[in-house]
């Protein structure tokens, strides 16, 4: 039987360990550390709701929503408190990585392009995105975490699984923050209300949401939107979530809960009604056909 705190290794190598909490008895006010080795990159997904993180070498407090994550780099070991008031388990997954497996990986001396990619990770430059806000994960993240979760693999196999899993997470923040280089004023544009709802369908994203992201009212973003698209922000959300979920229906390898959640519905009543509405058939009735 596991304990009321159960931490996970889901993986260790000489250069990679990956690990999973899991407050299995919530309480009103869980409590979980995190270690970083010395000179060690480390990825924190938050994975539940409103995680207050409180950092010992910096004695500075973060609040973290779900679904968020950051990436840090540690010069020297360090601990750092994680708590929660909220109802919700108290749930995250750690991936820390030795500053010798990325330099290699990423060898700054090959280009320009590497050295200042390596230079913004030890400087952490890789911890907000959007006007000091740490970035959500994308539905792609999502996927690879869950993806490494649920692993049964074991030996070599596992481990060239998840070197490929967490050199593709790797990419996908390099790209994401990337895209911050984009000037302020072009961030403010229709396109990037788009990608925004693209990467984040899975979860309830909300307009006010969108509009402090990027720095403009809520009425403007509906406005942009429509205007470009011809449909209007909430109507497109709806759209992005339907045709996802109609593929993972369809392909049977996912339980229609576990759907509904996938595509941002907290309560699969809504789901199933939504799915209805769009398409004339229940997903039940779609997947048995």
């Known amino acids: 039987m596991k304990n009321q705190y159960d931490k996970d290794t889901l993986f260790r190598s000489e250069d990679i360990s990956i690990i999973l909490q899991e407050n299995l ?31 010992k070498d910096c004695d500075t407090e973060f609040i973290f929503k779900k679904n968020q994550y950051i990436l840090h ?55 907000f995105l959007h006007r000091e806000a740490p970035p959500y994960m994308t539905a792609e993240m999502h996927l690879i975490v869950k993806e490494i979760i649920n692993s049964s693999k074991k ?38 209300i788009k990608k925004i709802v693209d990467e984040n369908y899975h979860r309830n994203i909300r307009i006010e949401e969108i509009a402090q992201i990027i720095g403009i009212n809520p009425n403007k973003v509906r406005k942009e939107f429509k205007s470009r698209y011809k449909i209007t922000l909430s109507d497109y959300i709806s759209e992005v979530r339907m045709l996802k979920a109609k593929k993972l229906v369809v392909n049977k390898n996912m339980m229609i809960k576990e759907i509904a959640i996938e595509c941002g519905y907290e309560y699969v009543q809504n789901f199933t009604r939504a799915f ?13 056909r």
């Open 25 to 55: 008895l919530p309480e009103e006010d869980s409590k979980a550390y995190i270690a970083e080795d010395r000179t060690s990159f480390n990825i924190l997904f938050l994975l539940s709701h409103d995680i207050h993180l409180v950092a």
């Open 73 to 127: 780099y540690s010069s020297e070991g360090n601990t750092a408190e994680l708590r929660t008031k909220s109802r919700d388990a108290l749930q995250y997954l750690q991936i820390r990585i030795t500053y010798q497996y990325i330099y290699s990986l990423i060898n700054p001396g090959l280009s320009h392009e590497s050295k200042e990619i390596l230079e913004n990770m030890v400087r952490n430059n890789f911890i």
């Open 155 to 192: 030996g070599l196999l596992q481990r060239l699984f998840i070197e490929a899993k967490v050199i593709k997470l790797i990419i996908l923040i390099i790209e994401q923050f990337n895209e911050k280089k984009i000037p302020e004023i072009s961030s403010k544009t229709s396109s990037a």
């Open 276 to 288: 209805k509405k769009k398409f004339g058939v229940s997903p039940e009735q779609l997947r048995n």
